[in-house]
């Protein structure tokens, strides 16, 4: 009745909703196709004028069908803005995930069915899964196991939830009880099409739940059969697609079926009682079109509903032949259940049978990428456009994303762009189209999916979210990456929040990414993201020897696990940790430390690595800086400054041009002239004599530091760390300085710290203010930590030692580099001022004018120093009265040639006469003037000025203003020098502040007194330790006792620890035994009983006290008093981690060694066997080896000394073979493991178990040749624990019988079978016939299928005692198992019996028939071979050359298009000279206009005119035109003056050819000024996305400045180019510019830089090959060549070579190339093309006696006859060009040869 009421409304019609007032009902759906924009009510009234058409009412007589199920007037596609909850949907499976399965939607939707939305049971079978403690895993699959992706379902729209960003998901259900709602048990009829899920698996068969209330289905396990599938492929919770195929009990049971063929073939009809309520999306109906549209189609189904299709689910090849009437096959897409809209799809692989959803899109486009060139094909202004990309190919654009979000919409403009640029957003699996968009802002993004980020990248994001375990960053609107805790930062965070906040911009480094999961993980760490060592992405890169930086992920006893990207991670043992010995790591090293770690061993295969930290600290990288130069620490160079920075200088290294560094700090020992130095050096200055004092794999670190260089050349220096010792005097430099002291760096990247302490001898309240950073000093180091491997420094003067004459040396080294800074400024341009300011010197008088006077100094000028300030401070004209004008003599002081500041005096004393000064005599000096470093003093009354340093020592330290030197003060100086030359003539002084007397400790003034053997001695008990106890003597010397020599060895129990015994500060008797040396530390034998020792050894037993009778023991005879086998007593020393050993003693001086095998019985013990035994425990031991010459103590803790049979013991796997293990076991011993001997129930891939160094029990079984026959069966190890056996040891063939079943493990598959490890001893034989069930035609497929060790079950046939064989039988019907080979193959069952002799019957017959086949079958096999012989892949290499080059059209000629000007391809240099005619354009070709218009018009109009005139006037107005036309489409043509140019520029604005004739259009009248601001123009004006217009226009600009601007414009318009345009051809187009103009340095130079800034590029090395070649350079060609196989990938090798070997053929040495091409091709002899480069060059440039030796060499090749055959045929050609009658004939044999022993294949 409510059906009735729907069709046949009372009281009228029911007014249809008209689209303004569905809008505002929806929900807003955040999907692919989401528009951003608010919809609003208010604004709805003035909607715009497609929505208009959709409220429009139809004519009167259709007013009746106006219902809810109405066609309307305009088809759209499904929008976001529709969807809403309780909508049914047909979806297809796109990614499925534990919790979720993503689904695509129509019209390019998304939505997601969640784990609890798949039904009632599975969700009831998840919750008591998740409550259980113990689950069958068998009883619940996940969702991968339930849902493949192309899976075509039927989902209704659960939920719209609102996600954080503000965007909607669309949440979907395949609940049957929500897709099914509608039916009721009465609705279910026979033939319908329900979609279930797995309810219950019965013994029978499936309960199925379809959602219909009162209806149980069942799904009969022979139906599932029939799909050939086991009936354990479903599972609870499946969905299935069923057919209805019996209906009972008025519905209350159904039968279903899901055979495919039935549910493709079956379509919905009346019969079934389909309604606009219950009917559901996947039906197939027939339909009738009603309606055709541009945008779609409207058709009539189930007698009288309405559906549409839109554009996208209208079949591609059928677009335009769908005419109203015609019948289709239609499936329903959704259903809207408010509207009762019905969406349908014509689309194949949803209609027609035999046909699914193709998952992997077809052609090289990848979602993510952005593609250009594409042209817009269809434009449907309700839903979207249609893209054509370049391959061909289809996208579909939402209306949404052809504007930006803000922009107004412009469908019609966008249209009508000629060329687009999309970025594709994904491809829709229901729509079977990509999904792309316009949006600039969505097509630059930067990341757009995981899989454009790689690991190692360094990117930028916002910080989202901070969780206790990391912080969540986001670096797009759908792309976030995971920072872990650790990762936060270098060191442990505790408060993360304080450091980083919501909204924060941080730079990250990419540690991971898993793009098909979509998790990224990222790191804070500053080091890793500041690393410039290589980094290691996979294990290939981790080869020995590199060194990268890595963070550990794991601290354990025996060494640290450190971790590198993309899950790259390795063990550093404990032996390298550290060059010292590290016993607890852990308190060492922390989980997110980041260190250097170099690579020791790496497999590949196995993915394991060997890392050291030690090596990466004391070793050099993999590689040195630069193959073929070395720059040693030590090693004097010479540079030339490339570049000046605040830090320093970039320099390079003469003659190599080697790049590297020179520190500001390091230009000089004198810190004031540093900012000299750097000012008066260019760019382009060559500095001498430099040292390189740190060099590493980044860079090379220079000095010009007199003093650190002196230092050395002298050896003062510490080379590695371990060359330090406390007392040692070294050289350096302050390098950062802190409150608790200062850093001082020396040579080599050594760094010590010179605590606040031991600074200075004064009192300092702050360390900051002592030093300044880069000062020189002399550091004394004074205390080591071997561990950390850090050590401390004094700078004391009184504990260091100046060198003889450092303070001279230092002033005439300052002094000297200010005069070379003075010399250096004077010679630059427009500095006359500064060359008479050099031309001064201290002493020198002049006569000045008085400027000004103020109280605290005067201002002279004078006629010669024009520009400069001349200044007399107040106590240098004290007494003396000047006015402004007065004329003056005054004595020059100092010059300051920087500031053009003269410091002169005026005071009589200076301008006297001077005395002579002689050698050794003193006077009393004043200080005149005083600069940072340096002094001028005057000497008594001669007159004479001297210069001194302020400071008289280089570690000298002035807090006060009292200390600082100051004009006035006076001090006694003496005269070395009375005019030292190296001073320009002033006297050489020396002068001394008092120094500071160092106190000389107690310790070092105290003596030391000996003690003799055999003394008794009493003392306190200082320190007990496990192994030793220390004792101070009375006489004050320390003494130790051994831990053997406390007790009596009988009163010593087992496990007991005897120093424990004694306590500290208790008084002892104990007596001289031996004694150690103090420096060595080594231990004086007891033969020496009158020797005095520095340190005593002591004892402590009593029965040693009282003898009388005390003799030394020798140590040779105490190591002989053991014999192998004997039980002793003796004390755990130490354990090595390293060598996995514990060291023992059994007294002083004897010291054993227990390996690992010999120390634990079990396993599990050897995690941590130092816990077994403590430090100073006795213990029993074993001897098993013992000799004194070398000296050997091996020992045993296990209880026994050699290997027995019958015995088990623990060994360690030394290598994992096919057959088995070789274990290496205790005492020296060795034994296999057969793989039938590895466990009591055989397992598939049973050695997996096992790898290289895994300790294992094993069980002896006996020794033959010195080798073990081991077992790891539990029954044989354990026989009172072991389980029942499964698979029994097979001992001798008395134990098998015929028809036994028994397992086995394949050892090898041959012709003659497969033959079975059945024991150690044992082999049985299967045969080919005897091995499947299916005919094979080669045991290979059995091989392939069945790799060693693959196990089977057997059944034995025969046992041959005599011979000793074993026959057996893996066939299904013996075994009772599958067959070995799968059904997948394909493979013909092999006939046997009756069945045979039938198929041999049937051949008989069909003989007579064969010969009309074989005719047939050889003409397609003559026209195959045809083809074949055409299509040779070589063959078409050169054949596609040779046409491209004669088929060639004219550019004139080509397609074009009719957007504008053609794009100017601009591929090598740009040259004025040739001309623009060369560049020609892509000229634009006009279809014929049509004359039937004008024939109309004329008929139309009165004929005034006879018809031959009218004709003639026709024919010569088309003249006209057509020569107009020729004249415009003229390429040559070009305007002649500027208005015509801007004329056509408004045009096209974007046409580079344009802008370059109007460039030329200038150059031609000489005007470069306005032919670089037409270039300026142009780059501003043509589009970003036009890159190569850009580049042509940069390309112009380049040549332009190289031909009429300076090296200085070419630089700047070089820089600005890269920055606009993508480097590599812009380096390219210069590199040529210069080598076509013979600038061969500046193109040499650019080259080199090239080769460094893009080694991966294959194209920079060719480039620079070609260029070097071109210049002779050939032997500069082939070392390129061998640094571009270092920077390459292996891959490109082969391919680099012979490239270079064809320039060497063209430009170089042909012998050479020759020889080159010869050893690629002995390499790689199948590479058939570089054997035809080789054959083509050789023909051009070799002798025909060269040629025809290379053409016998390739017809011998062992490669396909076929291309063999393409070698013959260009031989004979060959021949037939240059060769005789007998030399072709010669050919023909030897092809006649190679037919006949190839035999049929050749010539098939």
Not at 173 to 191: I, R
Not at 1229 to 1246: E, F, Q
Request: with cysteine; aromatic share 6%; glycine share 6%.
């Amino acid at each position: 009745m409510a059906s009735m009421e729907e069709d046949f409304p009372r009281g009228g019609t029911v007014k249809k909703p008209s689209e303004s007032q569905i809008v505002v009902q929806r929900a807003e759906v955040d999907n692919l196709f989401q528009s951003s924009e608010r919809t609003e009510t208010k604004k709805r009234k003035g909607a715009g004028k497609d929505d208009g058409k959709k409220v429009k009412k139809t004519k009167t007589g259709q007013e009746d069908a106006l219902m809810l199920n109405a066609a309307g007037n305009i088809v759209e596609i499904l929008h976001v803005k529709n969807v809403k909850e309780g909508m049914l949907l047909l979806g297809c499976v796109k990614e499925v995930t534990d919790f979720e399965v993503t689904v695509s939607l129509t019209g390019g939707l998304q939505g997601f069915l969640s784990i609890k939305n798949i039904s009632d049971s599975y969700t009831k079978l998840l919750t008591e899964h998740l409550n259980s403690d113990e689950v069958e895993t068998e009883e619940f699959f996940s969702l991968p196991h339930l849902f493949i992706p192309g899976m075509v379902i039927r989902c209704v729209v659960a939920k719209i939830d609102l996600t954080k960003g503000g965007s909607l998901s669309i949440q979907l259900s395949v609940n049957p009880k929500m897709v099914n709602k509608s039916l009721s048990s009465n609705s279910v009829k026979t033939g319908m099409i329900l979609s279930g899920c797995v309810e219950s698996i019965e013994d029978h068969g499936y309960i199925i739940d379809i959602g219909v209330s009162g209806s149980k289905a069942f799904l009969p396990k022979n139906a599932v059969k029939d799909k050939n599938n086991c009936p354990e492929d479903l599972h609870v919770g499946q969905y299935v697609t069923s057919l209805v195929e019996k209906v009972k009990n008025d519905g209350r049971v159904v039968q279903l079926s899901v055979s495919p063929k039935n549910i493709a073939q079956a379509f919905a009809d009346d019969d079934q009682g389909w309604t606009l309520t219950n009917i559901l999306p996947g039906l197939l109906v027939k339909a009738t079109i009603t309606k055709v549209t541009k945008h779609g189609l409207f058709l009539k189904f189930l007698s009288n509903f309405s559906g549409q299709v839109d554009f996208l689910h209208v079949e591609p090849g059928k677009a335009s032949s769908y005419k109203e009437g015609d019948e289709v096959r239609a499936c329903v897409l959704y259903v809207d259940p408010t509207t009762r809209l019905v969406g349908l799809s014509l689309r194949n692989y949803l209609v027609l049978p035999g046909t699914r959803v193709d998952t992997a899109h077809s052609g090289g486009i990848q979602v993510g990428q952005v593609v250009k060139n594409c042209k817009m094909t269809a434009l449907h202004h309700a839903s979207g456009g249609i893209l054509e990309l370049p391959d061909k190919m289809q996208a579909f654009v939402h209306k949404n994303h052809m504007k930006e979000y803000s922009a107004p919409a412009n469908e019609n403009r966008t249209l009508a762009k000629a060329e687009h640029t999309c970025r594709i957003l994904d491809f829709c699996l229901i729509d079977q189209i990509y999904c792309a968009s316009l949006r600039k802002s969505v097509i630059e993004k930067p990341f757009f999916r995981y899989h454009d980020i790689h690991s190692g990248q360094i990117v930028e994001g916002t910080v989202s979210l901070l969780f206790d375990y990391g912080m969540i960053v986001h670096l797009s609107d759908h792309i976030k990456g995971l920072v872990p805790r650790t990762h936060l930062s270098d060191i442990v965070l505790k408060n993360p929040e304080k450091k980083y906040m919501e909204g924060m911009k941080v730079k990250c480094r990419v540690l991971s990414v898993d793009a098909e999961n979509k998790k990224l993980s990222l790191t804070r760490k500053k080091a890793l993201i500041e690393s410039s060592l290589p980094l290691f992405l996979s294990f290939a890169d981790a080869r020995p020897g590199r060194v990268s930086h890595g963070y550990i992920v794991c601290v354990k006893k025996f060494g640290c696990i450190v971790r590198f990207y993309n899950n790259v991670k390795g063990l550093v043992p404990l032996n390298e940790l550290s060059s010292e010995a590290i016993v607890s790591p852990e308190e060492v090293f922390y989980v997110g430390q980041v260190l250097k770690t170099k690579v020791l061993q790496c497999d590949v295969v196995k993915e394991k690595l060997l890392l050291s930290f030690k090596a990466a600290v004391e070793g050099n990288v993999e590689e040195p800086l630069k193959s073929d130069y070395e720059c040693d620490v030590g090693k004097k160079v010479d540079v030339r400054v490339l570049k000046k920075l605040v830090s320093g200088l970039e320099v390079a290294i003469l003659p190599e041009e080697i790049p590297a560094v020179l520190p500001t700090m390091h230009l000089t020992d004198h810190l004031s002239n540093g900012p000299l130095l750097w000012e008066s050096l260019q760019e382009g200055d060559t500095i001498s004599n430099l040292v390189c004092f740190y060099k590493n794999k980044q860079n090379i670190t220079l000095t010009k530091k007199p003093t650190i260089i002196w230092a050395i050349e002298e050896g003062i220096l510490a080379k590695d760390f371990s060359e330090i010792t406390v007392g040692l005097q070294l050289y350096g430099w302050i390098k950062n300085i802190m409150a608790y002291g200062v850093f001082v760096e020396f040579p080599y990247g050594l760094v010590g710290l010179s605590p606040k302490s031991a600074m200075t001898d004064k009192f300092i309240a702050d360390a900051t203010t002592a030093f300044e950073l880069g000062q020189t000093v002399i550091a004394k180091v004074t205390n080591i930590d071997e561990e950390k491997r850090r050590f401390l420094v004094t700078l004391k003067i009184s504990e260091v030692i100046s060198p003889v004459g450092d303070q001279q040396t230092r002033l005439t080294n300052g002094l000297q580099e200010r005069w070379a800074v003075t010399e250096m400024l004077s010679m630059r341009e427009n500095a006359d001022l500064r060359n008479q300011l050099s031309n001064l010197s201290i002493g020198q008088k002049v006569k000045l004018t008085v400027d000004s006077v103020v109280d605290t100094h005067a201002i002279f000028k004078s006629d010669e120093l024009i520009g400069a300030t001349i200044i007399a401070t107040k106590n240098h004209f004290i007494g003396l009265k000047l006015s402004p004008g007065q004329k003056v003599t005054a004595v020059i002081l100092f010059v300051d040639i920087l500031s053009a500041t003269v410091q002169v005096s005026i005071l009589s004393r200076l301008l006297s006469k001077k005395k002579s000064l002689t050698e050794g005599s003193k006077y009393q000096a004043m200080v005149q003037f005083v600069e940072k470093d340096f002094a001028v003093i005057s000497l008594g009354d001669t007159a004479q000025l001297a210069i001194i340093q302020t400071h008289s020592h280089l570690n000298e330290v002035t807090l006060h203003d009292s200390e600082r030197l100051k004009p006035g003060m006076t001090f006694h100086v003496e005269v070395i020098d009375p005019a030292c030359e190296a001073l320009q003539g002033l006297p050489l002084v020396s002068w001394e502040r008092n120094p500071v007397k160092r106190q000389r400790t107690t310790s070092e003034t105290q003596g030391a007194k000996g003690n003799c053997f055999g003394d008794i001695v009493r003392g306190t008990v200082r320190s007990v330790k496990p192994t030793c106890i220390q004792l101070t003597l009375e006489n004050g010397v320390v003494g130790n006792v051994h831990v053997s020599e406390v007790m009596e060895q009988d009163k010593i129990g087992r496990g007991s620890f005897p120093a424990s015994s004694i306590k500290v500060g208790s008084k002892v008797t104990a007596r001289v035994i031996g004694g150690r040396e103090v420096t060595s530390h080594r231990f004086l034998p007891f033969s020496h009983p009158k020797f005095k020792f520095n340190c005593p050894e002591l004892t402590l037993i009593p029965s040693k006290l009282e003898a009388s009778d005390f003799k030394p023991v020798i140590t040779k005879e105490k190591l002989g008093s053991y014999t192998v086998g004997e039980e002793i007593t003796c004390f755990v020393s130490k354990y090595h981690p390293d060598k996995k050993s514990l060291e023992i003693t059994t007294d002083p001086n004897i010291t054993g060694t227990v390996e690992l095998l010999a120390m634990i019985t079990d396993p599990k013990e050897a995690g941590h066997p130092e816990k077994l035994y403590k430090l100073g425990q006795a213990i029993r031991a074993k001897v098993i080896d013992v000799s004194s010459k070398p000296q050997r103590f091996v020992l045993s803790l296990t209880g026994t000394h050699k290997l027995e049979k019958d015995s088990v013991c623990v060994g360690v796997v030394k290598n994992v073979q096919p057959h088995g293990l070789q274990v290496r076991l205790p005492f020296g011993g060795s034994g296999t493991v057969s793989v039938t001997d590895l466990s009591d129930a055989y397992k598939p891939n049973a050695l997996d178990a096992y790898s290289k160094d895994q300790l294992i029990k094993c069980y002896l079984l006996e020794c033959e040749n010195g080798k073990w026959h081991l077992s790891l069966r539990q029954s044989r190890i354990n026989p009172g624990q072991a389980k029942a056996v499964k698979d029994t040891e097979v001992l001798s063939l008395d134990s098998l019988k015929c028809g036994q079943i028994i397992r086995g493990y394949v050892k090898a598959v041959i012709e003659q079978g497969i033959f079975i490890r059945l024991s150690r001893g044992i082999t049985g034989r299967a045969e080919i016939q005897k091995s499947t069930k299916y005919f094979i035609s080669s045991h290979k497929i059995l091989a392939d299928h069945l790799p060693p060790n693959t196990l089977l079950t057997t059944k034995i046939i025969r046992i041959d005692q005599k011979e000793e064989l074993v026959d057996l039988s893996l066939l299904p019907v013996d075994t009772g198992k599958p067959d070995v080979l799968p059904e997948s193959l394909g493979l013909p069952l092999r006939l046997v019996g009756e069945e045979k002799e039938k198929h041999d019957t049937k051949r008989k017959r069909k003989l007579p028939e064969m010969p009309q086949k074989e005719v047939l079958t050889k003409k397609k096999k003559s026209k195959k071979t045809k083809v074949d012989d055409s299509d040779s892949g070589v063959e078409v290499y050169f054949r596609e050359e040779e046409n491209e080059e004669k088929n060639k059209p004219a550019p004139v000629n080509q397609a074009k298009s009719s957007a504008g000007q053609a794009r100017l391809q601009v591929t090598g240099g740009f040259s004025w000279d040739i001309g623009l005619s060369s560049l020609k354009p892509i000229s634009v070709t006009h279809d014929g206009d049509s004359s039937d218009g004008e024939d109309q018009e004329t008929s139309i109009r009165p004929q005034k005119k006879t018809r031959h005139e009218l004709e003639q006037e026709k024919k010569e107005s088309e003249k006209a035109l057509m020569k107009r036309e020729l004249e415009l489409m003229d390429p040559n043509l070009r305007p002649e003056d500027d208005a015509a140019f801007e004329r056509l520029l408004l045009a096209s604005p974007n046409s580079s050819l344009l802008w370059l004739q109007y460039m030329a259009h200038h150059l031609q009248a000489t005007q470069i000024e306005q032919a670089r601001a037409v270039a300026e123009r142009a780059l501003k004006t043509i589009s970003f996305r036009e890159e190569q217009e850009k580049l042509n226009v940069w390309v112009a600009l380049l040549n332009l400045e190289n031909m009429y601007g300076t090296e200085e414009s070419l630089k700047k318009v070089f820089e600005r180019a890269l920055q606009f345009c993508e480097p590599m051809p812009v380096y390219q187009q210069l590199a040529d510019l210069y080598a076509k103009s013979d600038k061969t340095k500046e193109a040499e130079a650019l080259y080199k830089s090239m080769v460094k800034k893009f080694r991966q590029n294959k194209t920079v090395w060719l480039s620079y090959g070609t260029f070097l070649l071109q210049q002779g350079q050939s032997d500069a060609a082939s070392a390129l060549l061998q640094r571009a196989l270092k920077s390459l990938p292996s891959k490109d090798s082969v391919d680099v070579i012979a490239k270079f070997a064809q320039l060497e053929f063209r430009y170089g040495d042909i012998e050479k190339g020759r020889t080159m091409f010869d050893k690629v091709l002995t390499s790689y002899p199948k590479r058939t093309d570089l054997w035809s480069v080789f054959i083509d060059l050789m023909v051009k440039h070799g002798s025909q006696k060269e040629v025809r030796a290379l053409f016998d060499r390739v017809i011998h090749l062992s490669v396909s006859v076929k291309k063999i055959k393409f070698f013959f045929k260009r031989y004979l050609e060959y021949e037939k060009k240059h060769g005789t009658p007998q030399s072709i004939q010669k050919v023909k044999e030897k092809a006649m040869e190679f037919v006949e022993s190839k035999g049929t294949e050749a010539s098939s």
